[in-house]
């Protein structure tokens, strides 16, 4: 049994894992079910990720008490102490040592030492049916003040091109007809001159991968060279951009250690419109960072909803422990943090509901995912907007590519649109 917690390239790397498990023969059970050995990948991110790090450790023991518990990832690297304490007859890898935990895996599977288990190039690839997760770089260098990823996962190191374009081949060979390209800061990419342009203009010349996606960029690496290579791809690279953003106040970004101002952030919005007028950009931003008072969170508020997003993920700014925002005057207490958090969110909601009440009567291209029970199935648009349709012959959608005029703002679910399918490419067999 696998437990994941995280980001996608915590996910990346357990869909690996998995992956590896299959081809030996093993049943990955699903988390109800009794295992003998459970892996569990955590996170550090906040404090409740932590938190929740520990509950799934603790989790796994109670339900599965004869089992080998393995436990890995970004928490394993910083607190390794608590998650011992959490369960004191598992094993922890941190970050390091996940060569080491493939290693334990392939051991408890082969008792008599047979071969040594391998993961994929960066312990990257998935067994998602639809769309997989190719981990192309693994570390941060950056050292924004808040965040203790560097610390979890150490310097940025990318994956070379052509493990990832093996990768790429694998996951097309698998049925995926779409990518995630992951990594913690993928547009640091950079392998033999390679830089995340260039990798990508690779796998669009050297595999059949029908649609490629990022996950996230920073914005000073969403550069004309990027949107070039995703506007000459044909359609292959979609017009989706996870750009993090975390403040709308300049102050607080100087204290936050990023590299980018409001102005540079409107700037690139506004030019990622222009070069392409349907994708969607989505961004990330923190609630309560220390120093920020109610104008500064204000003005946040007020430049998130100037850029017209598709969506916004809102994080309540946590301490972590050994950071320098945790030893900042002017922390802010946890019930303004909460409160901000909650406005945060309201205005998240607003914006995926305008985007989704945006693309009624628009064409949107969909890699169907999974059936809703009511004779109509579910996938993400280009956008990634969820898109639900139903195929006209009743067959099933599953993993296929649609064109679906979008017709109204799904009742069930205002960030969701329904449709009616015009065109479908199955897969052949
Ligand atoms: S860019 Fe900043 S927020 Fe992102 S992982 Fe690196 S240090 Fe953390």
């Not at 023969?25 to 699903?30: S, T």
């Not at 995926?176 to 033999?192: C, F, K, Q, W």
């Not at 898109?387 to 959608?397: N, Q, R, T, Y």
């Not at 069930?412 to 067999?429: F, I, M, Q, T």
Request: charged share 25%; with cysteine; hydrophobic share 45%.
């Amino acid at each position: 049994m696998i437990a994941n917690l995280g980001c996608k390239v915590n996910q990346a790397e357990m869909d690996a894992v998995e992956r590896l498990l299959r081809a030996r023969g093993v049943d990955v059970l699903d988390p109800r079910e009794r295992a003998d050995l459970v892996v569990v990948n955590t996170c550090t991110v906040t404090g409740i990720a932590d938190r929740k790090s520990r509950q799934a450790v603790r989790r796994a023991r109670r339900n599965n008490p004869a089992a080998r518990v393995l436990v890995t990832g970004c928490s394993a690297a910083v607190d390794p102490e608590a998650l011992a304490a959490a369960d004191p007859a598992a094993s922890i890898f941190d970050n390091e040592s996940k060569g080491e935990l493939l290693a334990e895996l392939a051991a408890l599977l082969e008792p008599s030492g047979g071969r040594p288990m391998t993961g994929p190039a960066g312990m990257g690839g998935s067994v998602d049916r639809t769309r997989a997760f190719v981990k192309i770089e693994d570390g941060c260098s950056f050292h924004c003040t808040y965040c203790i990823i560097p610390r979890a996962r150490g310097p940025a190191r990318s994956v070379a091109a052509v493990a990832v374009l093996a990768d790429v081949e694998r996951a097309v060979a698998a049925g995926h007809r779409e990518i995630v390209l992951t990594g913690i800061n993928a547009g640091t990419y950079s392998d033999a001159g390679l830089g995340l342009p260039g990798l990508v203009r690779r796998i669009l010349a050297e595999t059949t991968v029908e649609r490629i996606r990022l996950s996230s960029i920073e914005p000073q690496h969403v550069t004309d060279e990027l949107l070039a290579v995703w506007v000459d791809s044909g359609g292959r690279c979609l017009p989706h951009f996870h750009i993090p953003l975390q403040s709308g106040d300049d102050t607080i970004l100087r204290r936050m250690g990023r590299r980018y101002d409001t102005a540079s952030y409107a700037a690139l919005a506004a030019r990622v419109r222009r070069t392409m007028p349907a994708a969607a950009v989505h961004a990330d931003v923190i609630a309560g960072f220390p120093g920020e008072d109610d104008a500064a969170w204000a003005r946040t508020l007020a430049f998130l909803r100037s850029l017209e997003l598709a969506g916004v993920h809102v994080f309540r700014y946590s301490a972590r422990p050994g950071t320098p925002a945790a030893r900042m005057v002017g922390q802010v207490d946890s019930g303004t943090k909460k409160r901000r958090a909650a406005e945060g969110l309201a205005l998240a909601a607003a914006a995926r509901a305008s985007f989704a009440a945006r693309q009624v009567g628009r064409e949107a291209n969909v890699l169907f995912e999974r059936p809703l029970g009511d004779g109509r199935w579910l996938g993400h648009a280009a956008t990634h907007l969820l898109v639900s349709a139903a195929a006209s012959d009743g067959a099933s959608l599953e993993n296929a590519i649609g064109l679906v005029r979008v017709e109204a703002v799904d009742p069930a679910a205002a960030d969701r649109v329904v449709g009616r399918l015009l065109e479908v490419d199955r897969r052949p067999g």
